[in-house]
């Protein structure tokens, strides 16, 4: 359960004051992406594709921005797709600070970051660095393939394993299961993400479905039952679950040294438009 704070804005995330923060956002809507209005229609898994934004897509990162304007931001991670960093600058593109968002290094580097806008007057930049190791989870030989044709191959049972089960791979030689993103994702941002918050720096992490998935139970020091239960709640039980992950809705977390998970030091969850969430139809990956 979230914890009241008193200095969070009238969107439910946190104030502008604050230092250390996490914001954690799934990039809008993909062309890829199930459509609200449209459950039964026709969709794919995107994953390691360079899928564009859909027109929701990118209301869905303006209102992103809408929501996150007065919270300072520091720096940008994204993946290296398109629909991650172009999420991120629709976001920032009306932000308090002024700053222009600018794609400053791809070699997923904070200092690689500075250098790229090193060039630039002080202050009129925002970094945003890409990595790879923030790329979607790698869905194998069910990757753009139609969900119409999922069931040709495979049973239901299996894709709903394959799909929430932490350690099950998908088909295929590049399939990857929950663990294999979690293993590249945290490695990661234990070296690039973890430090800036311990400098009191606030970033802005935009990725995918199952990378935010892999932070939130890093973050939350969540085990792998525990996961997998909170997966099987997604498309069943949202109310209650724990690790959804809509397209275009922040999620704040702000570090502290002392922090509830003793021992670790992570940054604990602050701020969350629960409605909103909740109201956003999570793609069905």
């Not at 439910?12 to 609200?36: F, I, T, Y």
């Not at 794609?103 to 250098?115: E, F, N, Q, R, W």
């Not at 806008?117 to 190791?133: D, H, R």
Request: net charge neutral; with cysteine.
């Amino acid at each position: 359960m979230e914890k009241n704070n008193s200095n969070k804005n009238s969107n439910g995330l946190a104030s502008d004051d604050e230092k250390g923060l996490l914001v954690l956002l799934r990039h809008g809507q993909s062309m890829w992406n199930r459509k609200p209005q449209e459950p039964d229609h026709l969709w794919r898994y995107a994953g390691a594709y360079d899928v564009a934004l859909s027109t929701q897509g990118v209301a869905e990162a303006v209102e992103a921005g809408r929501r996150l304007r007065d919270i300072p931001v520091d720096v940008v991670f994204t993946s290296c797709l398109s629909r991650a960093t172009m999420t991120a600058m629709l976001a920032l593109n009306n932000h308090s600070t002024g700053k222009t968002p600018v794609c400053a290094s791809s070699t997923g580097s904070y200092i690689d970051g500075l250098k790229g806008i090193s060039q630039l007057p002080p202050g009129t930049a925002l970094p945003i660095i890409s990595s790879s190791k923030l790329n979607e989870r790698n869905f194998g030989d069910l990757q753009g393939i139609p969900s119409t044709d999922h069931l040709k191959e495979y049973t239901k049972d299996f894709l709903r394993q394959v799909r929430n089960d932490f350690n099950t791979k998908f088909p295929g030689v590049t399939g990857e299961s929950n663990a294999d993103v979690y293993n590249r994702v945290i490695p990661y941002f234990e070296k690039e993400v973890l430090p800036l918050l311990l400098e009191g720096k606030n970033v802005l992490l935009v990725s995918h479905g199952f990378v935010t998935r892999c932070l939130i139970k890093y973050l939350d020091s969540m085990d792998e039952n525990e996961f997998n239960v909170e997966m099987s709640k997604e498309k069943s039980n949202p109310e209650e679950c724990k690790l959804l992950a809509a397209t275009g809705v922040p999620l704040v977390y702000k570090y502290e040294k002392e922090s509830e998970n003793a021992g670790k030091n992570l940054p604990r969850k602050i701020g969350c438009d629960r409605t909103y969430l909740l109201e956003q139809t999570c793609a069905p990956y």
